[in-house]
């Protein structure tokens, strides 16, 4: 029998010690997964889990802040797992488009996690609300930082679960009809993501991000590419619920809890948009605008029908998941129209702005019903009388989802207008300010009956609370200050879309030595 | 070679599985789910390449696997993909038993309990 051979791996290992500031990229995630296994062991003391999970809330806020301080300031930075060399090791890459969209999913978490103790009794957090929460925000932190696209598909699947729990949270009958559609269909989704992955890794032979990007220029000759594009086109736009597979959005958004669903308009569509936006744009952009006027169709029948949608709801809920599909009919807009234009820039401020502004509705609608007592347009009224200041904290909230100055749901909406313009797409100019005058419209209605029509019965005023008023107020101000000061969000989502156009900074960050 | 025939097979599971889904009952669907993601855990496998006949190991004087190795990276992918869409559908027969159970139907076009037919639209005026 031979001897053992002792081999040499150091070629293949980073030998260098990991700089103390990569360990951000990972600490999002590891901190997400470890509080939520912990918040189960609490699952008995319900007061403490919730403190903890607050906490723990505010400290991924705070570390996805440093985050992005950090790649302000320096860069793309990359982490990859067990030391291996990337395209082998599993690499976690921030660029400034992930580190944005990973600190404002943290804030609205946040947010939300706040509201929850308003919102969810001793039932549902035995049920597992908070560690559900933080599996959820593990899955979704997981897919903003990473740069492997297998690693991608596996924070989908980390999030979906956690979301299939959080959805059925009650167990109601009709929880368990919408979280059947929602469950099949998002499952289908990323399923076809899946296939795209097993394609993408037999046509490029790595799956590493920044290794699929410097190839593909090479490989667009022989290689399947369009098909590829294609998929994870149908894939992505399934999970973001554009038409025509958005149909799920409306007939599940409506049912679990009102802070679940915030957190679901708030985080999972963009999650969908984020990975459209990282795939079809950094990984594969002659294939993007190959694909363009087809994706311009879709985003303007993706608008038509969340207006329409918007206007034909009595539920509130439903009203604004209609809403959440107008919006993602607007970022596919900007992914339509491409870098040159600003496109891809419009895309983004909308998706930071829509994040806030959609988690804010929801939570909206549930202090709708806590002071009205319902969800139903037809039964709704005299809100106004109740209270002045939550009515202006709606209207400003309001009008930002109409896209009105002056507000932050404006200055993407400006942009994406522009944009379209300077390319001679004026219909998709058009509907994108047809869209946002039906969705003015659905809003005034809404305003008109629930806060200025006298209350139907005389119902019991409820005193403000804290616990729903606190960040629900935060995240307005956030929609304000947007709105009044945007010089700096909009600078930033400008060299977002710059570094998602021309990877070299990513491919750099990845490939230190040049790209092999 | 096994690759043609495996990937004629991944197509006629993907048919069955798609020709499954579009039924109107839950349990049909449940299997077509069931089907299509063992399909596409097969996609994965053929598409690291299938062979036996040169081990998948690095010779000592060489960098890389010798060329017409099975790659053994879409079988690590597989057993990732195994685990997490058994665990998925375990989730989902529950819920649509559950579902079963509460709505008292499989039929999908019966399943009304979060959009009701005859719900309003929204009043014009007051």
């Known amino acids: 029998m031979a001897a053992p051979t002792t081999v040499d791996l150091s070629a293949a290992l980073i030998t260098a010690p990991v700089p103390i500031g990569h360990w951000l990229a990972i600490l999002p995630v590891a901190h997400c997964i470890t509080l939520g296994a912990v918040l189960l062991m609490l699952r008995a003391y319900p007061r403490l889990q919730a403190w903890l999970a607050i906490s723990g809330l505010a400290v991924l806020a705070l570390i996805d802040a440093a985050l992005l301080g950090k790649v302000v300031a320096e860069g793309p930075l990359t982490m990859v797992m067990g030391r291996w060399l990337p395209p082998f090791g599993i690499a976690f890459t921030v660029d400034l488009f992930g580190a944005l969209m990973a600190f404002t999913s943290a804030l609205v978490a946040l947010a939300a996690g706040i509201y929850a103790l308003a919102d969810i009794g001793e039932s549902g957090r035995r049920y597992g609300f908070f560690p559900l929460l933080m599996l959820l925000m593990a899955g979704v932190s997981g897919a903003f930082l990473t740069g492997d696209v297998f690693n991608l598909y596996v924070w989908f699947e980390v999030l979906l679960i956690s979301s299939f729990g959080l959805i059925i949270l009650g167990s109601e009958r009709q929880q368990i009809d ?23 890794y037999a046509v490029f032979g790595t799956l590493n991000m920044a290794d699929i990007a410097s190839k593909a220029r090479d490989l667009r000759a022989t290689a399947p590419l369009m098909t590829l594009a294609s998929l994870f086109l149908l894939a992505f736009a399934m ?42 744009v950094m990984l594969l952009p002659i294939e993007r605008a190959e694909l363009s006027p087809l994706i311009a169709l879709a985003a303007a029948a993706t608008i ?35 870098g040159t234009g600003g496109g891809i820039s419009g895309a983004v401020f909308y998706a930071l702005h829509s994040m806030v502004l959609m988690t804010a509705l929801y ?67 058009a509907v994108i300010l047809g869209g946002g005058f039906l969705t003015t419209i659905a809003f ?47 600078a930033l989502s400008q060299s977002a879309a710059a570094g998602l156009a021309d990877p070299r900074a990513y491919l750099h960050s990845v490939f230190p030595g040049g790209a092999r | 070679m096994m690759e043609p025939l495996l990937a004629i097979l991944v197509g006629l599971f993907f048919a069955a599985a798609i020709y499954l889904m579009l039924s109107k009952f839950t349990i049909r669907i449940m299997l077509g789910i069931a089907i299509l993601g063992n399909s596409v855990n097969l996609l994965l496998f053929t598409s690291g390449r299938l062979t036996r006949e040169v081990p998948p190991i690095i010779p000592a004087n060489l960098e890389s696997l010798p060329a017409g190795a099975a790659n053994p990276l879409p079988q690590a992918l597989i057993l990732t993909a195994i685990v997490i869409s058994f665990s998925f559908l375990a989730f989902l027969l529950v819920l649509t038993y559950r579902a079963y159970q509460d709505l008292g139907t499989d ?12 719900r309003p639209l929204p009043p014009l005026g007051y």
């Open chain 1, 178 to 200: 919408g979280a059947l559609k929602y469950a099949v269909l998002n499952l289908i989704a990323t399923t076809l993501f899946l296939i795209g992955v097993g394609i993408l």
């Open chain 1, 239 to 280: 999970k973001a619920a554009a038409f025509p597979v958005n149909f799920w959005l409306p007939a599940a958004y409506h049912t679990p809890r009102i802070v679940v669903s915030a957190l679901f308009a708030g985080l999972l569509t963009k999650v969908g948009i984020y990975a459209l936006i990282r795939v079809l």
């Open chain 1, 304 to 338: 038509l029908v969340g207006a329409l949608g918007a206007l034909a709801e009595n539920d509130i809920r439903r009203l604004f998941g209609y809403v959440v599909i107008a919006g993602i009919g607007n970022m596919l807009a900007g992914v339509a129209l491409g």
């Open chain 1, 363 to 429: 939570l909206t609608a549930g202090e709708i019903a806590r002071r009205g007592g319902g969800f139903l347009l037809s039964a709704l009224g005299g809100l106004y009388r109740q209270s002045g200041g939550f009515t202006a904290l709606s209207l400003v909230l309001f009008l930002a989802a109409c896209g009105l100055p002056p507000f932050s749901g404006f200055w993407p909406k400006v942009i994406l207008v522009k944009a379209s313009l300077d390319l001679d797409a004026w219909w998709l100019a």
């Open chain 1, 444 to 490: 005034g209605r809404l305003f008109l009956l629930v806060y200025w029509r006298p209350a139907p019965a005389a119902g019991v005023p409820s005193p403000a609370v804290w616990r729903t008023g606190l960040p629900l107020a935060a995240l307005t101000a956030l929609v304000v200050g947007f709105g009044i000061l945007p010089e700096q969000l909009l």
């Open chain 2, 107 to 118: 039929d999908t076009s019966e399943m009304h309990a979060a959009e009701p037919d005859d």
